[in-house]
């Protein structure tokens, strides 16, 4: 009898699936807890993108409330710059266009009688809040009369910025501290324009 000898190697089939035993086990269930995390992270994600956007539609409502109220202030403090001055044989004219919304600048056109007009213009440092604040405390320092019962006198320019001064220091307002302002007085009668300066330059 003959017997024929093959050294072919012999090829099985791959097998497909879980592997048996302990280690199978095992890895099914580190498997499992792969999944287990990574469904935690992204419930983890989802809770904070949901939490940024509740932070988002929050910030936006105040900055929308925010720029209502600079817009109402921008409102108010033009609305405390004369635009017409009524003041016989003058013709007052105004241009006043601030970099932002609200400002440091200032201007004052005021009769102080039928001859006599006080003029005053500031500049508080900064654009903002604080600075259009000073200049709304500055406007109230700007009066040119000193009444004693049923009269007055006109002040001297120099007195105004020093009453000025003073009051704005008094205030010891942090947020501005700096500003610089001129006022004067025009005497129609005598045709005449004395003022006083502050840091600001000649007109």
């Known amino acids: 009898m003959v017997v024929q000898a093959y050294e072919e190697p ?12 302990r280690g199978a086990s095992q890895a099914r269930s580190g498997h499992a807890k792969d999944v287990l995390a990574l469904m935690a992270l992204v419930a983890q994600l989802k809770h904070q993108v949901n939490e940024l956007e509740s932070d988002r539609r929050r910030l936006l409502d105040d900055y929308r409330h925010l720029d209502e109220q600079i817009h109402l202030a921008g409102e108010v403090q033009r609305n405390l710059l004369p635009e017409t001055v009524d003041f016989d044989g003058i013709d007052v004219h105004t241009l006043y266009r601030p970099i932002a919304r609200v400002s440091g600048d200032l201007y004052d056109i005021t009769p102080l009688d039928d001859t006599h007009l006080g003029i005053g213009i500031a500049d508080a440092t900064g654009h903002g809040m604080s600075a259009a604040l000073l200049t709304v405390l500055l406007k109230r320092c700007f009066s040119g009369k000193a009444f004693s019962g049923d009269s007055y006198r006109i002040l001297e320019p120099a007195d105004v910025l020093r009453r ?40």
């Open 10 to 21: 012999i090829v099985t089939q791959p097998t497909y699936g879980w592997p048996m035993g």
């Open 164 to 203: 000025a001064n003073r009051e704005l220091f008094e205030m010891d307002f942090k947020q501005c501290q700096f500003m610089t302002g001129l006022y004067g007085v025009y005497d129609q009668s005598a045709r005449t324009f004395t003022f006083a300066r502050g840091g600001h330059p000649y007109p």
